[in-house]
């Protein structure tokens, strides 16, 4: 994730053509599976060759049965396989089936928290410079795939330990999304709330508050939404900002 939330914010920050970008992500992607396959590949054909093998077989069939479908259709394929299935036989399997090879988890989720620190300094820098793009200086998906870890790992740690710090990078990284990302993680995190809210918390007398606070904000947004985000739009445009999630909130397109 630091590897990927680099090559986000060179592509974001500096000047480069389309030919680079391409090469730039290959060789970031070289960088990965190389550390992959030197530190970590052996231990998971070990503990997980099985569940390797069978994903391997499970995708291999899912890809065929895919071309197969684009080439009666007329449809090219190689978008599919130069990127799609790339990325996922190259580096998403492996990755899945590391994840579910570990056996203690609290080894992943403590590499996650200290890892989150440097790809939130990262992304920070990426959104920080964004206006100084000739284009996309209000939305990035690749921003948005890549601030949504540090995002519910910095929730997590402050539904854990209740320290400030940690929710004022949560609230850093709600504005980002909301004025950089794409709405897609909006979704993730909302939902990720509600597990922590429905289940992580054993207090019911404080659900129930949090749950009646959500309910009352929901509605007051319902009621009256339309003239507040008419207000934050004219806001961010007289501070020379704009973003494309709230526009669509105001536009009523946000599905």
Same mark, same amino acid.
């Given at each position: 994730?630091?590897?990927?939330?680099?090559?986000?914010?060179?592509?974001?920050? &500096?000047? +480069?053509?389309?030919?680079?970008?391409?090469?730039?992500?290959?060789? &970031?992607?070289?960088?990965?599976?190389?550390?992959?396959?030197?530190?970590?590949?052996?231990?998971?054909?070990?503990?997980?060759?099985?569940?390797?093998?069978?994903?391997?077989?499970?995708?291999?069939?899912?890809? #065929?049965?895919?071309? +197969?479908?684009?080439?009666?259709?007329?449809?090219?394929?190689?978008?599919?396989?130069?990127?799609?299935?790339?990325?996922? &036989?190259?580096?998403?399997?492996?990755?899945?089936?590391? #994840?579910?090879?570990?056996?203690?988890?609290?080894?992943?989720?403590?590499? &996650?928290?200290?890892?989150?620190? +440097?790809?939130?300094?990262?992304?920070?820098?990426?959104?920080?410079?964004?206006?100084?793009?000739?284009? %996309?200086?209000?939305?990035?998906?690749?921003?948005?795939?890549?601030?949504?870890?540090?995002?519910?790992?910095?929730?997590?740690?402050?539904?854990?330990?209740?320290?400030?710090?940690?929710?004022?990078?949560?609230?850093?990284?709600? @504005?980002?999304?909301?004025?950089? #990302? %794409?709405?897609?993680?909006?979704?993730?995190?909302?939902?990720?709330?509600?597990?922590?809210?429905?289940?992580?918390?054993?207090?019911?007398?404080?659900?129930?508050?949090?749950?009646?606070?959500?309910?009352?904000?929901?509605?007051?947004?319902?009621?009256?939404?339309?003239? @507040?985000?008419?207000?934050?739009?004219?806001?961010?445009?007289?501070?020379?900002?704009?973003?494309?999630?709230?526009?669509?909130? %105001?536009?009523? %397109?946000?599905?």
């Amino acid at each position: 994730f630091i590897v990927q939330s680099l090559n986000t914010m060179i592509k974001t920050v &500096f000047p +480069i053509s389309e030919d680079i970008w391409g090469r730039l992500s290959l060789g &970031f992607g070289l960088i990965s599976v190389l550390y992959l396959l030197l530190f970590c590949i052996r231990e998971v054909v070990r503990r997980g060759g099985k569940v390797l093998l069978l994903m391997l077989l499970l995708f291999v069939s899912l890809y #065929a049965y895919s071309l +197969i479908g684009s080439y009666g259709r007329g449809d090219p394929i190689n978008v599919t396989l130069g990127f799609s299935a790339l990325w996922c &036989f190259s580096w998403w399997l492996p990755v899945g089936v590391c #994840a579910f090879t570990i056996k203690d988890y609290r080894v992943l989720y403590s590499v &996650f928290v200290k890892s989150s620190y +440097i790809v939130f300094v990262v992304l920070l820098f990426c959104f920080l410079q964004r206006n100084n793009l000739a284009t %996309n200086k209000e939305y990035n998906m690749s921003f948005g795939f890549q601030i949504v870890i540090p995002t519910l790992i910095h929730m997590s740690e402050y539904h854990l330990k209740r320290k400030w710090y940690f929710l004022v990078l949560v609230v850093l990284e709600l @504005i980002m999304i909301l004025l950089y #990302a %794409n709405r897609s993680i909006l979704l993730c995190v909302s939902f990720f709330v509600v597990v922590l809210i429905l289940i992580g918390n054993s207090n019911y007398k404080r659900k129930f508050f949090i749950v009646t606070a959500v309910l009352a904000l929901a509605l007051f947004l319902y009621i009256d939404g339309e003239a @507040i985000l008419d207000n934050v739009v004219l806001f961010l445009d007289s501070r020379g900002l704009s973003s494309r999630t709230i526009t669509m909130m %105001n536009e009523h %397109n946000i599905d």
